[in-house]
């Protein structure tokens, strides 16, 4: 019954921001850490920011200081603020959380994912 919907991907080019929203649904008791991950052509995936319910957050070296992870928890909302894009941060960026249902154990969910290409 959980879904966490992704929004606000797009093209932008060099320098310009795009901000990733992700809201979870569902049968939810509680949502623990939440993060963002991104996957370009030919490569893993890979974290590129993490935050836990307390608002401790931790980010990927390659986006350290152009990158914001925030969360907004009454509505159950994760938000990626992304500043001075680089073409190297093209990928398909996706949300995950960890949530605990009314009857799941802590379990982590992901999103459909959305597309952010950075054009030169």
């Known amino acids: 019954q959980v879904q966490l919907v992704e929004s606000g991907g797009g093209l932008v080019q060099a320098g310009g921001s795009l901000r990733l929203s992700c809201a979870a649904s569902g049968s939810i008791f509680s949502i623990n850490a939440m993060g963002w991950y991104r996957q370009a052509p030919g490569k893993q995936r890979e974290l590129v920011a993490h935050i836990t319910s307390g608002g401790s957050v931790n980010y990927a070296d390659s986006v350290k200081g152009r990158f914001t992870i925030s969360r907004d928890n009454a509505k159950n909302t994760v938000y990626l603020q992304m500043n001075s894009l680089k073409p190297e941060d093209t990928a398909v960026y996706y949300c995950?959380?960890?949530?605990?249902?009314?009857?799941?154990?802590?379990?982590?969910?992901w999103g459909q994912g959305t597309q952010v290409t950075v054009s030169s």
């Open positions: 995950n959380a960890d949530i605990t249902g009314w009857r799941t154990r802590e379990f982590d969910y």
